[in-house]
Nanobody
Framework: QVQLVESGGGLVQPGGSLRLSCAAS????????MGWYRQAPGKQRELVAR???????DYADSVKGRFTISRDNAKNTVYLQMNSLKPEDTAVYYC??????????WGQGTQVTVSS
């Protein structure tokens, strides 16, 4: 059983920065793609950023140039550096570990609120 624990969320002013972390239990962290998703009130959950086992990265158009996903396989952790935050970035952010055809695992989420 894999557990994913997100941290780093909070309240930040527009233009500010936050770094989210997602620590994974279990073995073979390095072989799985990892992703960050978010869900705002009344909206569907959406992909924010994804990083493959080889380090390739994809971003939602809305966060390109502002957010950076990275991973530290030695620490079983994936990060999301969020800069130039906007009110529309307010959401619960979730970490996902992609096991392909075998399914996936999700964290419990961390709240990010961007407000003055």
């Amino acid at each position: 059983q894999v557990q994913l624990v997100e941290s780093g969320g909070g309240l930040v002013q527009p233009g500010g920065s936050l770094r989210l972390s997602c620590a994974a239990s279990g073995r073979f962290f390095s072989i799985y793609a990892m992703g960050w998703y978010r869900q705002a009130p009344g909206k569907q959950r959406e992909l924010v950023a994804r990083i493959t086992k080889g380090g390739s990265k994809d971003y939602a158009d809305s966060v390109k140039g502002r957010f950076t996903i990275s991973r530290d396989n030695a620490k079983n952790t994936v990060y999301l550096q969020m800069n130039s935050l906007k009110p529309e970035d307010t959401a619960v952010y979730y970490c996902r570990q992609d096991w392909g055809s075998m399914g996936d695992y999700w964290g419990q989420g961390t709240q990010v609120t961007v407000s003055s």
